[in-house]
């Protein structure tokens, strides 16, 4: 084998500050089945979408510390608040190479408006940010783009109270503007989203588009490891392995809301030692 074949062979590690970026990898095992997934659920620290952006950068490195001691070869930020404010901070830091999901999300919402008027929600981190806006002028400066943060869909989906009347009482709430905006896509801009996609999208109506950015994130992995040459070419990919910072019961309880089988095996780390 050379070394180049047993670099492609290593596994692609994902972290998200919790649950949410199951969402990511579910679409990897879709997308990319030949690739093994090491994943971090950070459900001792969440949520992250309400910390500040130095927070967020440093429980991000120590996020790839941990990944990188499992000898991955390709890192996902699954999580939008750390794409959004730490991803270039870790880049810079470290010699791997990553991605978020703020840019496939984008590209996703880019190419399916109609009308040019494009939604987006996430965390306070993410919202307050503004990388959402930015990359999707930059794909197309004409857009109009209207953000709005949803911080309770995160504990609504964390706790599974989804379709429940109170989640379409906050749903109506929060969209209201959104709806006004008149606007015919909307980017679910935080993992935990996805789960909530049938209250989100009953509320927005048939109109509106919802992008989960889940599904683009995976087909963008799979070109970044084509162009670098990573794509692991041996099917049998090894186990996938789930790491968190709590107890693991959580992940493996609440996996079932954004992954199609449950998660079984997870362990618990102290990332504080990273
Ligand atoms: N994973 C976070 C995100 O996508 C959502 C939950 C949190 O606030 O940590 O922004």
Do not use: W
């Not at 990897?28 to 997934?37: C, D, G, K, T, Y």
């Not at 109270?161 to 379409?168: D, E, L, N, R």
């Not at 048939?206 to 084509?226: F, H, N, P, Y």
């Amino acid at each position: 084998m050379t070394n180049h074949q047993s670099l492609a062979n290593k596994p692609i590690g994902v972290f998200d500050s919790g649950a949410g970026g199951l969402t990511v990898v579910s679409q990897i095992f879709r997308h990319l089945p030949s690739e093994q997934v090491i994943y971090f659920g950070d459900m001792g620290r969440t949520p992250y979408g309400i910390r500040s952006a130095e927070v967020i950068k440093s429980f991000s490195r120590q996020n790839v510390n941990f990944l990188l001691e499992q000898d991955v070869k390709f890192i996902v930020v699954a999580c939008n608040s750390a794409s959004a404010l730490a991803l270039d901070y870790i880049l810079q830091i470290f010699n791997i190479p990553m991605m978020g999901v703020i840019e496939p999300g984008s590209r996703a919402a880019a190419s399916g408006t109609k009308n040019g008027r494009i939604g987006v929600i996430g965390t306070e981190a993410t919202i307050g940010s503004l990388s959402y806006t930015k990359a999707l002028l930059k794909i197309d400066p004409k857009l109009e783009v209207f953000s709005m943060a949803c911080p309770l869909f995160v504990s609504l989906a964390e706790n599974g109270y989804i379709g429940k009347k109170a989640a379409y009482l906050i749903a109506e709430d929060y969209l209201g503007y959104l709806k006004e905006k008149k606007i015919d896509t909307l980017v679910l801009g935080c993992t935990h989203y996805p789960p909530l996609k049938g209250v989100i999208g009953k509320v927005m109506g048939d109109d509106v588009r919802l992008i989960d950015s889940a599904e683009e994130t995976a087909k963008t992995i799979g070109q970044m490891l084509a162009e670098l040459n990573l794509a692991n070419s041996n099917p049998a990919a090894g186990a996938h392995k789930f790491y968190v910072s709590d107890t693991p019961e959580k992940l493996k309880e609440i996996s079932k809301y954004f992954v199609e089988s449950p998660v079984e095996e997870v362990a618990r780390i102290d990332i504080n030692s990273y």
